[in-house]
Nanobody
Framework: QVQLVESGGGLVQAGGSLRLSCAASGRTFSSYAMGWFRQAPGKEREFVAAIKWSDGNTYYADSVKGRFTISRDVAKNTVYLQMNSLKPEDTAVYYC?????????????????WGQGTQVTVSS
């Protein structure tokens, strides 16, 4: 089991930037990939970005490609999501997730551990 705590959410104007952090503890050595998902009111949870822990290989949803960057600090057991050029449609609760199986996944059911989420609100 991996414990995950997100931080860095808040209110920002369209075109602005935020950086989310996810601090991991517990059996972090068993995590093979980390992902970010988001869920807006009335919508299903959707994939945002993922990173392979060992080599830093990344994958992004088309909706955020070129605007968001996922990265990790292995020594700090922390994954980040740098969000630039934010749009109102990016408004959602953002969740950090850990996958304890080989490979990068883009659906929520393929992840094993989840954080509590952090609210991101982008105003027009």
């Amino acid at each position: 089991q991996v414990q995950l705590v997100e931080s860095g959410g808040g209110l920002v104007q369209a075109g602005g930037s935020l950086r989310l952090s996810c601090a991991a503890s517990g059996r972090t050595f068993s995590s093979y990939a980390m992902g970010w998902f988001r869920q807006a009111p009335g919508k299903e949870r959707e994939f945002v970005a993922a990173i392979k822990w060992s080599d830093g290989n990344t994958y992004y949803a088309d909706s955020v490609k070129g605007r968001f960057t996922i990265s990790r600090d292995v020594a700090k057991n922390t994954v980040y999501l740098q969000m630039n050029s934010l749009k109102p449609e990016d408004t959602a609760v953002y969740y950090c997730a850990a996958r304890r199986r080989l490979g990068i996944a883009v659906v929520s059911t393929d992840y094993d551990d989840w954080g509590q989420g952090t609210q991101v609100t982008v105003s027009s």
